[in-house]
Structure formats: C-alpha cells, structure tokens
C-alpha cells in the first residue's frame, strides 16, 4: 500500500518536542515503511501557536503569521527526519514532486507546511490525492472524531466510522484563522471527499502501534469515501 500520515504538531511537540514519542513513532513508520510506501506531514504544535500569538500582538497579518506557522512545521519536519536517520529523504519536502521523487528514490518524504491558508491536514490530504494514496492516517491529540470538541463538550460521542459527506459537515462549523484548529482541516475534509481517500484519525496512543493501525485494528475513526 501506499499511506500518507499527518502527524499533528499538538502530538509531536505538546508542550516541547516530546522525545520518548518522537523515537517510538519513528520506529514504528520505519517498520511499516518495510512493507509499505509511506510520506508524512508534520504539523507545529503548540510552538507553532505560540510564534504566531506573539505576531498577532504585533498585528502580523493572517498570511504571514501562517509563514511563521509553516516554518516551524518544517523544524518539526527536521526533528522527524533526524529520528528517521537514513530512512528519510534528507531535507525536507517542500513540494508534491519531490514526494514523488523521494519515494521513488525508496526514501521516506518527510514534509511539513506548504502555503498559507490552510494547515498540515490540507497539505497531507493534498500529498495523497497526489500520490494516489491507498490510505491517510491522520494521528491527532483526539483519539478520534467526535460529534463535537470532546475537550469541550462531555456529551461528545466518538464515531467510529462515517462517510467523507459527513466529515466536511461537522467540520465546517469550525474557524479558519492561523493557528485555530478542527479535528481536521475543513479544507482536507473537502479533499478526502473529493478523491475518496480512504482516512483513519487516531490518537497519540494508536500511534505507538502503527504496525497495527495500518492492518485496520485501532479505536479511532474510519473515514469512508
Ligand atoms: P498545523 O498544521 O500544525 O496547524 O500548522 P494546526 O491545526 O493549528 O495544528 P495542530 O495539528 O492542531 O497542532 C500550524 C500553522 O501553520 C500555518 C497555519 O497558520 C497553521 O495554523 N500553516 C501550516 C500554513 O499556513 N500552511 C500550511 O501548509 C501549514
């Protein structure tokens, strides 16, 4: 198969870089890259929030606190691919062809953000649409999708299995500012429905049992063209 993951920043670096995780998930896409052909997106976590709060204190505009947003995804890119050692393409991905390109070389594309107006989710929906992706996992600081903010709302129910339709529904209610945050991108919702791509969203803990995740067997969402 061929698999995208997007590996939320709120995961990777939930306060700082969160090591212990950045090793065990760097094992487990090396151990899945064996048997698969895998890319991977980065996002900025809570680094990335706290840059582009302090370019609002100075009125940055939308667009270039996403640059900000951007450079750090791909300092986070950096950290994975360090993690990876030589599994990875070496620098990071800016752009579709090079994925392509690196993939084709056998090597793992590591990729964080892209343009402004959207997040790591749009890039990493966009990488598999491109690449004509079997699969995208999608690891989240949620384990799953819920029917509203769990962290939120106590009354939110974890669905374990929807249709792109009613993805892009649920998540158009959200805001689109830099750093604001949906379970996942209104505009990477659009994208797995337009191309049906097949998408699991998981949590931190399905992650560290990739090998099994990519057989089907975690508690999070399957998403269904
Ligand atoms: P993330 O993809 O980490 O966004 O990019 P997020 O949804 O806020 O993060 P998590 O997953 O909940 O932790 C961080 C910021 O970088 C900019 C956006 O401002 C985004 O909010 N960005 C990222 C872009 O403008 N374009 C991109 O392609 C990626």
Do not use: C
């Amino acid at each position: 198969m061929r698999i995208v993951f997007d590996i939320g920043g709120s995961v990777l670096v939930p306060d700082k870089p969160d090591i212990e995780f950045i090793k065990k998930l760097s094992y487990e896409l090396t151990k899945v890259s064996e048997d698969h052909e895998i890319a991977i997106v980065v996002g900025g976590g809570r680094t990335a929030r706290e840059y582009i709060e302090v370019a609002s204190e100075f009125n940055a505009s939308e667009a270039f606190k996403d640059y900000i947003g951007i450079q750090i995804t791909r300092a986070n890119a950096m950290l994975l691919i360090a993690a990876l050692r030589e599994r990875a393409y070496p620098q990071v991905v800016e752009d579709f062809w090079e994925a392509w390109r690196a993939i084709h070389l056998k090597k793992i594309p590591v990729m964080g953000g892209t343009h402004p107006g959207h997040t790591t989710d749009a890039v990493s929906a966009l990488l598999a649409e491109f690449l004509g992706a079997d699969l995208l996992i999608v690891v989240t600081n949620v384990d799953g999708v819920y029917t509203d903010d769990p962290r939120k709302n106590p009354n939110a129910k974890k669905i374990e299995k929807m249709k792109a339709i009613e993805l892009v529904e649920l998540v158009s209610r959200g805001v689109e500012k830099a750093g604001a945050s949906t379970v996942i991108d209104p505009l990477a919702a659009k994208i797995i429905l337009r191309s049906g791509i097949k998408t699991y969203v998981i949590g931190k803990e399905d992650a560290k049992n990739l090998f099994d995740v990519v057989k089907g067997r975690h508690s999070g969402t399957v998403i269904e063209p």
